[in-house]
């Protein structure tokens, strides 16, 4: 594949940076991530995903976008109301960006099937539990966020670990890290930071580029503007994700 | 502590109003978030038009959109969300001559502007105001943001950078470049601080200045203090009227 002029300046952004470059690029155009989850966290991130040109976008989530929605996502607008987040987000995703493959997948076991190894999961909506499994056994990895109120958590979880199966569930659901709808919805500008903070793991983990959230829990108070970073370590003897 | 604002401060956020000055990069999340909030009044300024290699990081304008002018494109977006916002639109370019009427106008200021004239400009102005500056910035993979806020005991963008750096030692994002997420990040951060200020409740970047690498998703706050010698905020200010910033940054566009 090589860029066309049109691409090279819709992207010039990106491919001057050392990290990036034309192959770098061409990586996140040939990439693939699936979005489990676009409320307010989800949606921000799918906009930006679709920006920076990723190749393929799944979507799903079935829940019909609320009037709450439209105080937590910047994605969807009023005249979408009743329409699922999925079909919703899909519009603004193919607006920004026509080259962009943009899938809405109304079956979660179609969307999880699809998963391996190159495929990177944005996963922001419960239950995390079955999808996130079926994900790390395929090869895919999964980058996990929760946007509450004014603030919440994101990390990473792949294989090799540690994962959602051998961290301390508790643990996690006090830091923020549990699905949206689980509990208060965010405010948008909150679950801005969090979904962009997620966006960029996944742009990262696309480039093979940086440092990434793996065993690294990073919270974000909203009150405080505080951002804060966990150290993650699984029991060990893993089934799900091997550590 | 509990997300929601109470019915008071909604109603306060809804009563206010905020300028951006720029409806580009950190402008997307920023106007977006402050619609969704419920701000009352939102006032877009910004001369450009939607260029193509606009589209990979600023959210807020489509493929569609090209060529037309970004506060028009921004406006419909903004509408489409909470048709009770009132946006206005000042397609202009922020200059000495109109900064003041503009920005009182407003509460408070999103600086996000790329270049630093504007930067040292909507500072000064905003000292002489009296109002508030949200500040953000991004470079490469980097990105900062605070709040100036001399009323209340903090410091302006000139304590901090007193003088402008050497035209050509910082490279514009055209020359370096920028992954398209940072401005979400630092953007929607920046939301969040203005919903702090027009809100009254939380704890603001007052007196602190966040510093983020999102290649290394490295997060680090630094205090900064205001400068009782600032020329602008300090105890016996030199510079009382706004100046000549281009001549002050060295040139236009460097």
């Known amino acids: 594949m090589t860029l066309t002029e049109e691409q090279i300046r819709r992207y010039s952004r990106h491919i001057i940076l050392p990290e990036v470059g034309g192959r770098g690029q061409k990586r996140i155009m040939e990439a693939s991530v699936l979005l489990a989850g676009l409320g307010g966290a989800g949606s921000a991130a799918a906009l930006y995903l679709a920006a920076a040109g990723v190749g393929r976008i799944v979507l799903w989530d079935p829940a019909p976008v609320t009037e709450a929605d439209l105080t937590s996502a910047i994605a969807h607008t009023r005249d979408r109301l009743g329409q699922s987040r999925a079909a919703s987000a899909a519009e603004p995703l193919r607006a920004i960006n026509p080259e962009v493959e943009v899938i809405v997948e109304e079956s979660e076991e179609r969307a999880a099937a699809r998963l391996n190894a190159d495929w990177v999961v944005l996963l922001s909506t419960e239950p995390w539990q079955p999808l996130h499994d079926q994900a790390l056994k395929q090869g895919a990895r999964v980058v996990a966020c929760g946007a509450h109120g004014t603030g919440g958590a994101v990390t990473l979880f792949q294989p090799g670990g540690p994962c959602l199966a051998c961290l301390d569930a508790n643990y996690l659901h006090t830091a923020g890290l549990y699905g949206e709808e689980a509990g208060e919805a965010p405010l948008a500008a909150a679950a801005g930071v969090i979904g962009l903070m997620a966006a960029a793991e996944v742009i990262k983990l696309i480039l093979g580029k940086g440092i990434s959230l793996a065993g690294r829990l990073l919270t974000y108070d909203g009150w405080n503007a505080a951002v804060c970073e966990h150290k993650l370590e699984g029991r060990g003897n893993c089934p799900v994700c091997g550590a | ?254």
Not at chain 2, 7 to 31: I, K
Not at chain 2, 102 to 127: E, K, P
Not at chain 2, 197 to 223: A, I, K, W, Y
């Open chain 2, 1 to 254: 502590m509990h997300a929601h604002f109470t019915q008071e401060e909604q109603e306060r956020l809804a009563r206010s109003s905020v300028l951006l000055v720029g409806a580009g990069g950190l402008g997307s999340p920023v106007a977006y978030q402050l619609a969704a909030a419920g701000v009352g009044r939102i006032g877009l300024c910004d001369m450009d038009r939607v260029d193509v290699s606009n589209l990979q990081r600023q959210v807020l304008h489509t493929t569609f959109d090209a060529g037309r002018l970004k506060v028009e494109s921004a406006a419909d977006k903004l509408r489409a969300l909470n048709p009770n916002v009132v946006v206005e639109t000042h397609p202009v370019a922020i200059t000495r001559e109109n900064a003041m009427d503009l920005i009182s106008g407003y509460d408070l200021v999103m600086a996000g502007a790329d270049n630093f004239a504007t930067r040292y400009l909507v500072n000064d102005a905003c000292v002489m105001l009296g109002k508030p500056v949200v500040h953000g910035a991004v470079f490469r993979w980097d990105g900062q943001i605070s709040v100036f806020d001399p009323k209340s005991g903090g410091p302006c963008y000139r304590c901090l950078y007193p003088s402008p750096p050497p035209p050509g030692a910082v490279p514009s994002c055209a020359v370096a470049g920028v992954i398209g997420v940072l401005p979400g990040v630092v953007g929607s951060m920046m939301a969040m601080e203005a919903l702090k200020l027009l809100s009254g409740r939380g704890s603001t970047l007052t007196n602190r200045l966040l510093l983020c690498s999102t290649l290394t998703m490295d997060f680090t706050e630094v205090q900064v203090q205001r400068n009782p010698d600032c020329p602008v905020c300090g105890d016996h200010p030199t510079v009382t009227e706004l100046i000549d910033y281009e001549a002050f940054c060295g040139g236009v566009g460097q």
